[in-house]
T-cell receptor, first 114, second 112 residues
Framework: NAGVTQTPKFQVLKTGQSMTLQCAQD?????MSWYRQDPGMGLRLIHY???????DQGEVPNGYNVSRSTTEDFPLRLLSAAPSQTSVYFC?????????????FGQGTRLTVV | AQSVAQPEDQVNVAEGNPLTVKCTYS??????LFWYVQYPNRGLQFLLK??????LVKGSYGFEAEFNKSQTSFHLKKPSALVSDSALYFC??????????FGTGTKLQVIP
C-alpha cells in the first residue's frame, strides 16, 4: 500500500518563484492536511480539507494556496516563495471527522528558499 | 483554543531503563489525544491514542500512555528503553473538524 505520497522529496527555490507540492493518498480518506515543521516549533497546520471541494485555513496559511478537486489529491501551492518558507512540509490524511482517527503522514518535502 | 505542551526538549535514558516523555494538554470538552514518533528524515508514525475509556492506553512497539484528567496530562511511557527507540516524539490533540494540534516535540536519546 502506498499510503500518502509526497513529491518532490527535496526542492530548492529562488525567492519569488512559485511551485506546487504534490500530495496523494490511496486510502479514500476524507480529511487531508498540510503541515510545516520547523525546529523547536513542532508541526503547524497550514491548510486542511474535510472533503473534495472543501478547504480551510489552518494556523499559518499566508503565502500558501490549496485546492481539493478529488478525494485523492491535495496539492499545496507556494505563490511567491520567501526564505521564511524554508521548512519541511508534511501532508497527512485521516478518515472521518472528529472520530479520533489517526493520521497517516507522507515522508515530507524539504524545501529551501534562497 | 486547544493546545498541548511538551516541557522537555530532550530526554536521555539508559538502555533497559524505563522512559517517560511528558505531555500536558489544554482542550475544551473531551480530549482526543495522540502520540506520534518521527525517525530521522521520515514522516510521523502513529503510536497510540486516547479517545475514551481506560486511562492506560497501549500502543505500538511496547509504548503506553496514561491519561490523567485531573493533571491534564498524557505522558508516554515504556518499561524498558531500546536504542532503537531514539527518535522525536510528538504529542497531539484533536479539536473540531479533526484539526490536530501538535506539541513542539521531545527528542528521546537512549544511551547504550
Amino acid at each position: 500500500n502506498a499510503g500518502v505520497t509526497q513529491t518532490p522529496k527535496f526542492q530548492v527555490l529562488k525567492t519569488g518563484q512559485s511551485m506546487t507540492l504534490q500530495c496523494a493518498q490511496d486510502m479514500n480518506h476524507e480529511y487531508m492536511s498540510w503541515y510545516r515543521q520547523d525546529p523547536g516549533m513542532g508541526l503547524r497546520l497550514i491548510h486542511y480539507s474535510v472533503g473534495a471541494g472543501i478547504t480551510d485555513q489552518g494556523e499559518v496559511p499566508n503565502g500558501y494556496n490549496v485546492s481539493r478537486s478529488t478525494t485523492e489529491d491535495f496539492p499545496l501551492r507556494l505563490l511567491s516563495a520567501a526564505p521564511s518558507q524554508t521548512s519541511v512540509y508534511f501532508c497527512a490524511s485521516s478518515s472521518g471527522r472528529r472520530t479520533g482517527a489517526e493520521a497517516f503522514f507522507g515522508q515530507g518535502t524539504r524545501l529551501t528558499v534562497v | 483554543a486547544q493546545s498541548v505542551a511538551q516541557p522537555e526538549d530532550q530526554v536521555n535514558v539508559a538502555e533497559g531503563n524505563p522512559l517517560t516523555v511528558k505531555c500536558t494538554y489544554s482542550v475544551s470538552g473531551n480530549p482526543y489525544l495522540f502520540w506520534y514518533v518521527q525517525y530521522p528524515n521520515r514522516g510521523l508514525q502513529f503510536l497510540l491514542k486516547y479517545i475514551t475509556g481506560d486511562n492506560l492506553v497501549k500502543g505500538s512497539y511496547g509504548f503506553e500512555a496514561e491519561f490523567n484528567k485531573s493533571q491534564t496530562s498524557f505522558h508516554l511511557k515504556k518499561p524498558s528503553a531500546l536504542v532503537s527507540d531514539s527518535a522525536l516524539y510528538f504529542c497531539a490533540s484533536e479539536g473540531g473538524y479533526q484539526k490536530v494540534t501538535f506539541g513542539t516535540g521531545t527528542k528521546l536519546q537512549v544511551i547504550p
